[in-house]
């Protein structure tokens, strides 16, 4: 069931949310991988990637943003952006990275990912961007049928390092030009 649009509200993260940033990235990341892969992986995964010291820089970098998206004023989950060299792979100055739309599992499947996929088209749009690509793990379904279901295609793939294991994530990316001629 949908969540009415005036109980969501979106916000930008700053060093102040640091904590709560730290503790729904890593429940929302169990939540969606720790029942494929093992427990040691994700207690590597865990402590590199939601570190305080990283997180601070990441939301430090003027090329990165972060938002919180909050239902019926409980956080739901947030989404990661890079710009320019930010980015993980292509940097390319005409591109949008989304790197990361978590939703924690009780708010999945009440469109609270396609409100924020939409915030990063609006922001791409905005800064007249060429596109918007990601990388998705090969083994999540769910994600890689949202992200064709609006418009993104294959376009190459790329290894993760999930602790000691390397795995394939599908990179896939959203022409905003073709997009718009879709939505015309």
Known sequence: MEI??????????????????????KQTFI????????????RIYLEEGFN??????????????????????????????????????LKDTRS???????????????????????????????SELDYIWLGVWEKNHQAIQFYKKNGFIEFHEHIFKLGDEEQTDIMMRLDLNERELMLS
């Open 4 to 25: 009415p649009k005036g109980n969501i509200e979106i916000r930008k993260i700053s060093r102040p949310d640091i904590g709560s940033l730290i503790e729904i990235g």
């Open 31 to 42: 939540e969606t991988f720790a029942d494929k892969n093992s427990e040691e992986n994700m």
């Open 52 to 89: 305080k010291e990283k997180l601070l820089e990441e939301i430090n970098n003027p090329e990165t943003i972060f938002f919180f998206v909050s239902a019926n004023n409980k956080d739901a989950g947030y989404l990661k952006l890079n710009w320019g060299q930010a980015q993980t792979e």
């Open 96 to 126: 949008l990275e989304i790197e990361r739309i978590y939703i924690l599992k009780e708010f999945q499947g009440r469109g609270i990912g396609q409100i924020l996929l939409n915030q990063a088209l609006d922001i791409a749009r905005q």
